[in-house]
């Protein structure tokens, strides 16, 4: 595996980014904090509506697969 100058350049780039980010989330850690306390229970609350969206259309099918064997 030859490593060219642009795979270089793109990894030192990513690793730019991500030791910013790092320190950017270290320095607004408690307002980073509040958004994912808050969308935390937003994902929560889209998982539960999406599995009851499915146990809703699975309980459809079963009801549609008694009929026709009535």
């Known amino acids: 595996m030859r490593l060219t100058m642009r795979s270089l350049q793109e990894l030192l780039f990513g690793g730019t980014l991500v030791a910013v980010g790092l320190v950017g989330i270290w320095y607004f850690l408690s307002k980073v904090l509040a958004v994912l306390l808050g969308v935390i229970p937003l994902v929560v609350l889209f998982l539960g509506a999406l599995f ?4 809703v259309s699975s309980m459809r099918m079963k009801s549609v697969e008694i009929d026709r064997r009535e």
């Open 52 to 55: 009851v969206m499915i146990g």
